[in-house]
């Protein structure tokens, strides 16, 4: 049988990904490409609801495409590009635009807590209609799965509310998609408030792990962070926030369930356990970035393999667009 299809996008919105990202997303990217057949994308698009300086986000894109690479995205399994290379997601979402309501839109929560921050009247219009273009993203791929955290199951539902409506209306045209929970991702912490997540815009400097910063930097954070008074290593997140958080940051990076780690651990203190953990990050972040090098070293090279992925995109983009565009009556 056809393996199904998945697509997953992420912001060149900073210098680097951080540990977060990678645990709780980008890793599962990886393993997908066994299983699935992935479309995995910069989405470049997305970034420009907030204001972005030209220079800055063009080099983000090429160094979050270098990152996923170095992650090990291969680019031959799966469909590696940047979203504004294949036009057909922008062309696609005016159509869908037209097909939801502006109440329906209104109701997006995300918006409506960004916008708040930003205040309404700066807010951009395609901050709002932010999750009408990721229904088009995910539309045009006429893809199966989506991986989804709990912050973007609300427009996951808009991209199932709006594939269905539109098959009702024209035909069927679109695959309703699911969303693809998956299995063993962690929700990473700020190291020094290991009660929120790790987050690029919420952490402080020393909270979050840049995986592009110095390693030395990356392992001081981990000797530093926070830990509650008691000594024993044992996962408990409610009482013992932040060794919970060290656990399942080592445990995703060395294979070892936590359940071993425990065991291992037994009789030992923080201070051993945050010592062996910042080898174990700085073990893995060293050869990462080495990689992530060797692509901006080569430029052309790297243009080229997104290039090339935007070839493979556009093969099916343009034909979900070419149907689109007939059943509305273009
Ligand atoms: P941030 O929250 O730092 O702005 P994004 O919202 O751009 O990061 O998230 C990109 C991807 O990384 C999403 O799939 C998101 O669920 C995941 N992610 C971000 N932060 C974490 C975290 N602390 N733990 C687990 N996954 C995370
Ligand atoms: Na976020």
């Not at 996008?9 to 393993?31: C, E, K, M």
């Not at 420009?48 to 992650?71: H, M």
């Not at 979203?83 to 159509?95: D, F, G, I, K, T």
Request: charge should be negative; aromatic fraction near 8%; proline fraction near 5%.
């Amino acid at each position: 049988p056809a393996r199904l299809r998945v697509l997953s996008g992420i912001q060149p919105t900073a210098d680097s990904f951080h540990l977060g990202n990678y645990l709780g997303a980008l890793r599962q990217w990886v393993l997908l490409q066994d299983t699935h057949e992935t479309y995995y994308m910069v989405v470049d698009l997305h970034a420009i609801t907030v204001e972005q300086d030209p220079k800055v986000l063009r080099q983000r894109t090429r160094v979050s495409a270098a990152q996923l690479l170095a992650l090990g995205v291969d680019p031959e399994r799966s469909a590696l590009f940047v979203q504004s290379h294949v036009p057909e997601h922008a062309q696609l979402s005016w159509v869908l635009e037209c097909q939801t309501g502006f109440g329906e839109a209104s109701r997006m929560t995300q918006f409506k807590d960004k916008a708040a921050k930003q205040g309404t009247d700066h807010a951009s219009v395609g901050l709002f209609t932010y999750p009408i273009l990721q229904a088009a993203d995910i539309l045009i791929y006429q893809a199966n799965a989506v991986p989804v955290g709990e912050d973007q199951r609300q427009h996951l539902e808009l991209s199932r509310n709006l594939a269905q409506r539109f098959n009702r209306r024209y035909g069927k045209t679109f695959t309703v998609p699911e969303p693809h929970i998956v299995k063993d991702t962690a929700k990473i912490f700020d190291l020094q408030d290991p009660t929120s997540k790790m987050s690029k815009s919420a952490s402080s400097p020393n909270g979050l792990i840049e995986l592009l910063e110095d390693p030395k930097r990356s392992a001081k954070k981990i000797r530093s962070a926070v830990t509650d008074t008691g000594r024993d290593i044992v996962f408990d997140p409610e009482e013992k926030a932040g060794v919970s958080n060290l656990l399942t940051i080592y445990s995703a990076l060395d294979g070892r369930t936590v359940p071993e780690l425990e065991a291992a651990y037994a009789g030992k203190g923080y201070g051993d356990l945050k010592k062996d953990l910042a080898e174990v990050l700085v073990e893995f972040v060293t050869p990462f970035q080495e990689r992530v090098q060797s692509y901006l070293d080569d430029v052309a090279e790297l243009d080229k393999v997104l290039a090339h992925g935007a070839e493979r995109a556009r093969a099916v983009a343009a034909e979900t667009l070419a149907l689109v565009y007939d059943r509305v009556g273009f």
